[in-house]
Nanobody, 116 residues
């Protein structure tokens, strides 16, 4: 139900805009967000990046403030995450999530690799 795209390999300082396509039900019912996970890190966990509520209220984890922007286009049923001034430590698989009344859904993830 969630399909991410837009990842890739970029040099530090570059930008990417990730997309997550979802169903109309999800956009009308669920809060959405982005998590990331870097398997190369010891005890890697999926960490929250940013969320956006159904009425557009956004939150950002501290590391994401200032460089990450979450947005949504309800007409296109698409969630976005724009990342500017990418850093090597941003390298991770980025997952789109939907918190719905019945469950939390996850996308398959999109890889972002940042080189120095």
């Amino acid at each position: 139900q969630l399909v991410e795209s837009g990842g890739g390999s970029v040099e530090a300082g570059g930008s990417l805009k990730l997309s997550c396509a979802a169903s109309g039900y999800i956009f009308s019912t669920c809060g959405m967000g982005w998590y990331r996970q870097n398997p190369a890190r010891e005890r890697a966990l999926r960490e929250p990046v940013s969320t956006i509520s159904n009425d557009g209220i956004t939150t950002y984890t501290d590391f994401a403030k200032g460089r990450f922007t979450i947005s949504q286009d309800k007409a296109e049923n698409t969630l976005y995450l724009e990342i500017k001034n990418l850093k090597v430590e941003d390298t991770a698989v980025y997952y789109c999530t939907a918190d719905c009344p019945e469950a939390r859904y996850w996308g398959q993830g999109t890889q972002v690799t940042v080189s120095s």
